[in-house]
C-alpha cells in the first residue's frame, strides 16, 4: 500500500511543473536616515526624539537627538527588523517597519516607554537648525529689579506639571494665610505645564488648565502677590510643551498683558537650536522683548550655570541665574550644590544680579528638619533667591517655621546684597560668612558630618578684630560678648547660625 502511494505520489509530481523556490525576503533596505517621533505624555508634553542611525555591516552607530541636546550611540547593531543600541550606558530597542522605527526607551527603574518614529531623511545627518535671528551682544539696562534676592514660590519642586489654575489661586490664598507674604515672599511661578498650543497668528495659549490667565494674575495681584510663568528659548520647554523660538516678542507682550511679573526662562530644547555659542545671544534676545514689553518683569535665567553665565547673566538682563543642574529633595544633592557648586561665584551676585542655586526644597519631606535649617541657612547666606518649593496649603509647623524665620530672612535680604563665601572648610566641617549691612557678619557653622559636633571660628578667619555680640539666629538668642572666636554645639547634617555685631552700632540702636 505504501509503495503504492509512493508511487502515485511520484507520477503526480512528475505531471507537474516544479514550482521555483520561493524567493527569499529582500533584506530591509538600511536603516540609515533621521527617524524622528514625539513622545506625548500624559500631561499633555510632548518630548521629540530624533534618532540619527547610519547602518554598516549589522552594526549601528549615530546619535540621539532629545530634550537637552544629543548623545552619541556607543554600541549598536541591527538584525532583520530588530535594532539596539546604547546611549549612555542604557539600551534603546527598536522594532523597523518599513519607513517607522517603535522604540522602547528607557526610563528610570528599568521601566521603558514606546516611541513611534518615522523616518524623515535617508541621511545620517543630524538635525537641521531653524533659522534663527539674534541680536548683536550688548549690555542691557538694568530693569531695576531684584535689589534683594527674590522671594516667592515655584511649582516644579512638589508638582512637577501637575499643576492647574486651582492650586495657583489655593498656593495663593496659603502664602497669605500661612505667614509667608508677611515674611516677605512675594511671586507666585507657574513652572512648565501651562502651555498650550498656538493661535494662528502664533500667539501662545495657555492649555485647558489654565483657562484664563488674566483672571488668574488679577487674583494673584488682589492678594498683593505677583505672578510668575515659564519658557524655554528653545522650541520646546524640558517636559515638552511649547517654547519661545522665534516667538519671544510675541510672548513677551502675551505674558506682560496677561500681567506677568517675572519670567524663568530654561535653556532645556535649545542645543537643538541653537550653537552653544549663541546662547548669550539668545538670552539677550528675551531680555530685550521683555524690557520692550516695559512691564516690569524680573528675569530668571535657568542654563544650568553653562557657559559662565555669572560672567554675563546681568548684561542680558538677567535679574538671577542658576549655577547648577537641578535640585532634589535628598542631602546629598542639596548639600554638593550648596556647599561644592558655589565657591568663586560671590564677585557676580549683588543688588539686581543674584546667583540661583535653585529653588528650596524645605518642607517636601526628603530631608529632616536640621538638613532643612542647613539648606536655608546656606541660601541666606549665599544671598540665594528665596523661592519655595513645597505645598504650602498642608506645611507643617516646622517647615513654616524654618521657611519664615524672620532673623534668617533677614541675613538672606541684606541691603547691600554681598553673597558670603566658605572661610574654613576641615574635613566635614565648614564655616561660612557673610558680611551685612552696618559691619555685622553672618557665620554659618555646618556640620556636614554624621556625629554632633562643637566647632569653632576665630576672628582672623573672620577678619574681624575686637568684641562682638554674637546672635543665635536659629535659637532666636543672644549669647552675649564674644573676643577672638565663637563656638557652637552643631548637629549632624546641622548648623550653627550666628549674627555678629558691632558693640557701637548696637550701641547706637
Ligand atoms: C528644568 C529646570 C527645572 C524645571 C524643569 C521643568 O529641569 O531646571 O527647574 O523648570 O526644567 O521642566
Not at 238 to 263: K, M
Amino acid at each position: 500500500m505504501r509503495l503504492l502511494l509512493l508511487l502515485l505520489a511520484t507520477l503526480a509530481c512528475a505531471a507537474r511543473p516544479v514550482a521555483p523556490p520561493l524567493p527569499a525576503p529582500p533584506p530591509p533596505d538600511p536603516l540609515t536616515g533621521r527617524w524622528q517621533g514625539d513622545q506625548v505624555r500624559e500631561d499633555g508634553g510632548r518630548r521629540l526624539y530624533q534618532f540619527v542611525l547610519k547602518e554598516d555591516g549589522g552594526k549601528v552607530s549615530g546619535a540621539v537627538y532629545a530634550g537637552n541636546g544629543s548623545n552619541p550611540i556607543t554600541e549598536g547593531s541591527v538584525s532583520g527588523e530588530q535594532v539596539t543600541f546604547v546611549v549612555k550606558g542604557a539600551t534603546y530597542r527598536g522594532q523597523r517597519r518599513g519607513e517607522d522605527l517603535q522604540v522602547a526607551i528607557p526610563g528610570s527603574r528599568g521601566a521603558t516607554q514606546s516611541l513611534a518614529t518615522h523616518r524623515v531623511s535617508r541621511e545620517a545627518a543630524p538635525p537641521p537648525r531653524p533659522p534663527i535671528t539674534l541680536p548683536e551682544l550688548r549690555e542691557l539696562p538694568t530693569n531695576g529689579l531684584a535689589r534683594t534676592p527674590p522671594m516667592g514660590w515655584n511649582s516644579w519642586n512638589k508638582f512637577r506639571t501637575r499643576i492647574d489654575d486651582k492650586l495657583i489661586r489655593e498656593i495663593a490664598d496659603a502664602m497669605v494665610s500661612s505667614g509667608m507674604q508677611a515674611a516677605g515672599y512675594q511671586f507666585i511661578n507657574i513652572d512648565d505645564g501651562w502651555e498650550g498650543s498656538r493661535d494662528e497668528a502664533g500667539n501662545i495659549r495657555s492649555n485647558e488648565r489654565f483657562p484664563d490667565m488674566k483672571a488668574l494674575s488679577d487674583y494673584v495681584h488682589g492678594k498683593g502677590l505677583k505672578l510668575g510663568i515659564y519658557s524655554s528659548p528653545g522650541f520646546r520647554t524640558c517636559a515638552g510643551f511649547e517654547g519661545s523660538l522665534n516667538h519671544e516678542s510675541g510672548d513677551a507682550r502675551t505674558f506682560a498683558a496677561w500681567g506677568i511679573d517675572y519670567l524663568k526662562y530654561d535653556w532645556c530644547t535649545a542645543p537643538l537650536a541653537y550653537e552653544v555659542s549663541q546662547m548669550r545671544a539668545a538670552y539677550q534676545k528675551m531680555g530685550e522683548a521683555l524690557a520692550a514689553t516695559g512691564r516690569p518683569i524680573v528675569y530668571s535665567l535657568c542654563q544650568y550655570g553653562r557657559e559662565h553665565v555669572e560672567q554675563w547673566g546681568a548684561a542680558v538682563g538677567g535679574n538671577l541665574w542658576r549655577t547648577t543642574g537641578d535640585i532634589s529633595d535628598r542631602w546629598d544633592k542639596m548639600s554638593s550644590i550648596g556647599f561644592d557648586k558655589q565657591a568663586g561665584l560671590e564677585t557676580q551676585a549683588g543688588p539686581g544680579h543674584w546667583n540661583d542655586p535653585d529653588m528650596l526644597e524645605i518642607g517636601n519631606g526628603g530631608m529632616s528638619d536640621d538638613e532643612y535649617r542647613t539648606h536655608m541657612s546656606l541660601w541666606a547666606l549665599l544671598a540665594a533667591p528665596l523661592i519655595a518649593g513645597n505645598d504650602l496649603r498642608t506645611m507643617s509647623a516646622t517647615t513654616r517655621a524654618i521657611l519664615t524665620d524672620a532673623e534668617v530672612i533677614a541675613v538672606d535680604q541684606d541691603p547691600e546684597g554681598h553673597q558670603g563665601k566658605r572661610v574654613v572648610k576641615e574635613g566635614d566641617l565648614e564655616t561660612w560668612a557673610r558680611p551685612l549691612a552696618g559691619g555685622a557678619v553672618a557665620v554659618g557653622l555646618f556640620n556636614r558630618g554624621s556625629a554632633a559636633t562643637r566647632m569653632t571660628v576665630r576672628w582672623q578667619e573672620l577678619g574681624l578684630e575686637g568684641r562682638r555680640q554674637v546672635r543665635d539666629l536659629w535659637a532666636h538668642a543672644a549669647r552675649g560678648k564674644a573676643e577672638g572666636e565663637v563656638s557652637g554645639d552643631v548637629p549632624p547634617h546641622g548648623v550653627v547660625l550666628l549674627r555678629l555685631d558691632r558693640e557701637a552700632a548696637r550701641r547706637r540702636k
